[in-house]
């Protein structure tokens, strides 16, 4: 875990900007060195309070063979901007003075305050990728950012997407995603024809990635162990690394629902972040010393299409 260095803070004596200067740093090391999902997702630093893309929606229909002399008759694709706003993420911490000089005694743990704000960075960042996998409408104020089970959807459960009001009307078929919900028991057959659904719809398939709890996972080592028999040559036995399926990796968080498994093309999904982790001083009014951590961002997929989710598996 990364090391928090410590400091005399004063209430009233420390400005936010040195706040951020003394834990900025390491509030952001310790969210990327956690293996989830939301470090996964490729990110980019946002100039706007809302994400915005182009998506094709129509072909260009002068696409045609044509005679010697024929006039070349011309036309245009039909293009569309998408939005998704920014949503504000924070962990607040407050230590009261009692607390603060009752740690430093024999038997305390010393820099309470230090050790709190680490605390609440695990804390913060499990919330947010707690959000990048979960099912928050985008228009929601205040709201979560929208995650997989959003972004992920044949538009029956959430019809709309971003600020597309029904992803299921003519032309909005780039926002429909490859969807099963039969109830049933993992299976290769299925992985495989999850990898040939989203090829199908426009993915590489070198930008695919499998997606579950890891029960789901040791399931499908379980289906693979047989075929992977070899003559041993040490005594360490099972699997090491990130697993593969017909090259595609099977990763795994812990905070993926039950039941779920998703193929995700890995190159459509975007993070926009306007505010990277920061730390602020809060006014305190109280003998106490409080602050917050915060982000700005956006989550999104610019081609539901070419992803696919399947739930209700055998767990």
């Known amino acids: 875990m990364t090391g928090y260095?410590?400091?005399?803070?004063?209430v009233n004596t420390n400005s936010r900007a040195e706040l951020n200067d003394l834990y900025g740093n390491s509030v952001n090391e310790t969210i990327v060195e956690i293996t989830n999902f939301y470090n996964m997702i490729p990110k980019k630093k946002s100039v706007?309070?809302?994400?915005?893309?182009?998506?094709?929606t129509a072909a260009n229909s002068s696409a045609t063979n044509y005679g010697e002399l024929d006039v070349i008759v011309t036309g245009n694709t039909t293009r569309k901007k998408i939005y998704f706003t920014q949503k504000q993420t924070k962990v607040g911490v407050e230590i009261s003075g009692l607390e603060i000089e009752s740690a430093k005694g024999e038997g305390g743990i010393g820099d309470i305050w230090a050790e709190e704000i680490q605390a609440s960075t695990l804390d913060f960042a499990n919330n947010l990728d707690t959000q990048v996998l979960g099912a928050a409408l985008p228009a929601t104020e205040g709201g979560a950012m929208s995650g997989l089970k959003y972004l992920v959807d044949d538009g029956n459960t959430y019809p709309t997407y971003g600020s597309v009001t029904d992803r299921t009307a003519a032309g909005e078929e780039w926002a429909v995603s490859n969807y099963d919900d039969d109830a049933e028991d993992l299976s290769l057959t299925l992985m495989r024809d999850m990898i040939t659904a989203n090829v199908n719809d426009g993915a590489n398939v070198n930008n695919l990635m499998f997606l579950s709890k890891k029960t789901q996972q040791d399931k499908f080592k379980n289906l693979i162990q047989d075929l992977q028999r070899t003559v041993p040559t040490s005594s360490r036995v099972g699997f090491s690394g990130v697993p593969e399926f017909d090259s595609v990796p099977y990763k795994t968080d812990e905070n993926v629902d039950a039941g779920y498994l998703y193929c995700l093309d890995m190159a459509r999904f975007k993070m926009d972040i306007l505010k990277a982790p920061t730390i602020e001083q809060?006014?305190?009014?109280?003998?106490?010393?409080?602050?917050?951590i915060k982000q700005y961002s956006c989550f999104y997929n610019t081609m539901p299409k070419s992803s696919f989710k399947k739930i209700n598996l055998t767990t």
């Open 48 to 56: 706007s309070d809302r994400a915005g893309f182009r998506v094709r």
């Open 5 to 10: 260095q410590t400091k005399a803070l004063g």
């Open 282 to 292: 809060l006014p305190e009014p109280k003998d106490a010393k409080a602050a917050f």
